[in-house]
């Protein structure tokens, strides 16, 4: 069955959840419609020895922060949610939970961001990465050590080939055979309105929250949710000790974000569905799960409650798809996505030329594809824009 839509505590949608802010998670005398910004550095305390308040420094924490978190918390249905500075160093916080000497299975279809941070770990912290085929959970337990694996780390759908991840069947088997191993998803392609990876048996759930929850590419920010409160405390710890944690503007810009997420998330998937039709229709190879001619359909759609708004399509020469990012208007050449506006990029060209070539060949990431994440817009101007950019580049297209 697909992720459920409703709070077993509240009975509400998280479309309903997502708006309305828990009144305790700030104590404010003024009852301000909008979370109060609390932009200071430090608080004053009633005595001597420092004690009496609930907060003395920003960097272990702040009220603005706190709503923000426990706000995640409740749409990620976290134990313990936690923001910082940017999507990576939510990465680089959990992965200060490994030890040298343990090891790290991750995919072979990843954001070139995490393949960067997964290489330095592996070059100068001694942790082993073992990049694997995700879509195949026979791969990832082959790698399975009861001992050394530490993390197991997930993108799905994967960035940018738009693969799926049977979460619930490798989140199970890890469980089983590596008791101690920590089950980890990037979530950040479904965003928390259409997956809920904590109830598919992940430990962890973390997202760059530049993405989809802010919305607007106006802020950079990280979310990291918690399934249990000891796995909690070890990256609170971090946190703190490392300064990461968001700053109490940006945790307010995050708020603010997040509570449009449902009505955002809807439009631009209606509208990736109807992109993804006319791609399709031109005999392009489109990377979609919500066509149903792709083989992952099924599966996840079992997982989640859409497919999203990012796509991808190969057109078999790399001059060819240079020409059609090139040609575009509506669509913004431009790395990221989960923002209002519509974008285009060459992920070998762009998000994921830090990988090497020889790297991505080993990897079949094609150097022609093209990646679009879909914005607000109406969707006729969308596909209009996109055919007239094909036409440009020299393909005949099917009205």
């Not at 992940?202 to 760059?208: F, N």
């Not at 150097?367 to 007239?388: F, K, Q, S």
Request: glycine content about 8%; aromatic content about 6%.
């Amino acid at each position: 069955m697909a992720v459920d839509t409703t709070n077993s505590k509240t009975g509400y949608h998280l479309a309903t959840e997502l708006v309305h802010i828990d009144s305790d998670a700030v104590k404010d005398n003024y009852n301000a419609a909008s979370v109060p910004i609390y932009q200071t550095a430090t608080f004053k305390q009633s005595s001597a020895d420092g004690s009496g308040g609930e907060y003395d420094y920003s960097r272990s924490g702040n009220p603005t922060r706190t709503a923000v978190e426990v706000h995640m918390a409740k749409i990620m249905k976290a134990e313990r949610a936690f923001v910082v500075s940017t999507g990576m160093t939510a990465l680089d916080v959990i992965l200060r939970l490994v030890k040298t000497g343990q090891e790290v299975i991750a995919g072979d279809d990843l954001y070139g961001g995490t393949n960067r941070l997964l290489t330095y770990v592996s070059q100068f912290s001694g942790v082993k990465v073992h990049n694997v085929d995700t879509t195949d959970p026979k791969l990832v337990e082959e790698k399975l050590d009861p001992i050394k694996t530490r993390l197991v780390l997930l993108e799905s759908p994967t960035n940018p080939l738009i693969k799926i991840a049977d979460i619930r069947t490798i989140a199970a088997r890890v469980h089983e055979i590596c008791p101690t191993a920590l089950v980890v998803v990037d979530n950040t392609m479904m965003s928390p309105y259409l997956q809920n990876t904590l109830e598919l048996g992940a430990d962890i759930e973390y997202h760059s929250g530049t993405k989809y929850l802010s919305g607007h590419h106006d802020l950079m920010a990280g979310v990291i949710g918690c399934r249990e409160q000891s796995v909690a405390d070890s990256l609170y710890f971090v946190i703190n000790a490392s300064g990461s944690g968001l700053g109490p503007f940006d945790s307010w810009l995050l708020m603010r974000g997040v509570k449009t997420l449902g009505i955002r998330m809807e439009k631009q998937q209606s509208n990736a569905i109807e992109i993804a039709d006319f791609l399709e229709a031109q005999g392009l190879k489109v990377h979609y799960p919500g066509l149903k001619s792709n083989p992952q359909y099924e599966l996840h759609k079992s997982l989640s409650s859409g497919p999203g708004a990012v796509l991808s399509f190969e057109t078999g020469d790399i001059g060819l798809s240079e020409r059609i990012v090139e040609s575009a208007r509506l669509w913004g050449i431009s790395v990221s996505f989960g923002c209002v506006n519509s974008l285009i990029s060459m992920p070998c060209k762009m998000s994921h030329a830090s990988i090497p070539a020889e790297i991505r060949k080993q990897r079949h990431l094609p150097e022609d594809l093209i990646r679009l994440c879909v914005g607000i817009e109406h969707p006729e101007d969308l596909i209009n824009d996109l055919a007239r950019a094909l036409e440009v580049a020299g393909l005949k297209v099917k009205r």
